[in-house]
T-cell receptor
């Protein structure tokens, strides 16, 4: 069974204070690892897909990296508008695979 | 234009009632989903349809019945509502990347409160 564990559960940063969120996963063959952002009262919004160990993707102040066991979402010089819950999910590579398994998320608060 | 739209956004009802949530996507995706997000914000898959065919049916009480009249619509009907059904229900649709990964687009959610 696919498993995703995210840490920490919550993170408070001062504006400009860089940090990383962790996503550890167990999957029977990785088809893709996904990062989503969820704002209060809204649905998750897609950020990145990573496919294989060593891959990196960037978007503004966010950079996602992937190893064989975990992924990191690095946030450089965060701003208050980066405050949200960040969700990690995996999709296994089995035949007919459609399902994403989500972690419980990291709630990020960036204080001005 | 809203890509994945759900109605209603809020639903407050009594135990034992029957209710429905509707979902429509205008992205041209073949696959649609229902996810449940509990009070601890954990997102869990309930159902998935691909081109109107049920492909994922997780361990969900049979009081929950999805229906897909066409590939752009996926509705969720819930019979005999219980207190534990209170949650936010998200509809999503997905496209496959060239690598076969499913990129989901979510609706804004429907918050169900059972009293």
């Amino acid at each position: 069974e696919d498993q995703v564990t995210q840490s920490p559960e919550a993170l408070r940063l001062q504006e400009g204070e860089s940090s990383s969120l962790n996503c550890s996963y167990t999957v029977s063959g990785l088809r893709g690892l996904f990062w989503y952002r969820q704002d209060p009262g809204k649905g998750p919004e897609f950020l990145f897909t990573l496919y294989s160990a060593g891959e990196e993707k960037e978007k503004e102040r966010l950079k996602a990296t992937l190893t064989k066991k975990e992924s990191f979402l690095h946030i450089t010089a965060p701003k208050p508008e980066d405050s949200a819950t960040y969700l990690c999910a995996v999709q296994h590579s089995g035949a007919g695979s459609y399902q994403l398994t989500f972690g419980k998320g990291t709630k990020l608060s960036v204080i001005p | 234009d809203t890509a994945v739209s759900q109605t209603p956004k809020y639903l407050v009802t009594q135990m034992g009632n029957d209710k429905s949530i509707k979902c429509e996507q205008n992205l041209g995706h073949d696959t649609m989903y229902w996810y449940k997000q509990d009070s601890k914000k954990f997102l869990k898959i309930m159902f998935s349809y691909n081109n109107k065919e049920l492909i994922i049916n997780e361990t969900v009480p049979n009081r929950f019945s999805p229906k897909s009249p066409d590939k752009a619509h996926l509705n969720l009907h819930i019979n005999s509502l219980e207190l534990g059904d209170s949650a936010v229900y998200f509809c999503a649709s997905s496209r496959k990347t060239s690598s076969g990964a499913n990129v989901l687009t979510f609706g804004a959610g429907s918050r169900l409160t059972v009293l």
